[in-house]
């Protein structure tokens, strides 16, 4: 079947260029540390609805997002799903202050469609960041992306309406919206799928 194989080859290049240039926009890296990259992380492909990290267990792997959408999210004291935070192409997703750290998570990371994916283990980027000061610099600005948007997140959850919440992740990240169940978008930004429905007729009528 050498049609397939050469069609999976070309899939995994495409995958890993589109990982390539989102590292180029934010560093100088030259061709040895991006062969060391390519052979740090795994292509996978993964259906809807599928949990790639549980609750209560140290997070194996950073995903990159090659295609498709992941979120992060948990369950609440009511048995309520919670979810924290939703990412989209390109970008990286896992529970970072657990994967960083080492420790047991209190979120899931699951697949909201089906993906493209690059994954990496902590061992690999800790191998990666310390052979290569281009990455450990990306990897630093990748993390620190992360906390300013997290706290960005906290202050809108905090200080904006429900309404001035949508109509922000409507101008920044229009794809969530066509592509992500409403009652993972009402939860993450904090409120309930009826008062995002309405929040949405308001605004076409």
């Known amino acids: 079947m050498p049609a397939v194989d050469d069609n999976l080859k070309s899939k995994i290049l495409e995958m890993f260029t589109s990982l390539i240039d989102t590292i180029k926009m ?9 062969e060391a990259v390519k052979h740090s992380f795994e292509p996978v492909l993964v259906p809807k609805n599928m949990v790639l990290e549980e609750k209560g267990e140290v997070p ?3 995903y990159f997002i090659v295609s498709g959408f992941l979120r992060l999210f948990h369950y609440n004291d009511k048995g309520d799903e919670i ?3 939703i990412n989209c192409p390109p970008g990286f997703i896992t529970s970072y202050s657990s994967f960083i750290n080492g420790i047991k998570s209190d979120e899931f990371v699951e697949s909201i469609t089906s993906c493209e994916l690059l994954r990496i283990t902590k061992a690999n980027l800790e191998s990666l960041t310390e052979r290569s000061e281009a990455i450990k610099d990306f990897s630093i600005a990748i ?3 992360s906390n300013l948007y997290h706290e960005k997140r906290a202050r809108d959850l905090a200080n904006l309406t429900a309404e001035h919440r ?3 992740l409507r101008e920044n990240y229009p794809d969530i919206l066509h592509n992500v169940p409403i009652q993972y978008i009402a939860s993450f930004l904090g409120m309930k799928p009826e008062s995002l429905s309405r929040i949405r007729r308001k605004m076409i009528n």
């Open 26 to 34: 934010r560093t100088s890296i030259d061709e040895t540390d991006l």
């Open 83 to 85: 979810t924290t935070h």
């Open 60 to 62: 194996r792997h950073l």
């Open 143 to 145: 993390l620190q992306e």
């Open 166 to 168: 949508y109509r922000k």
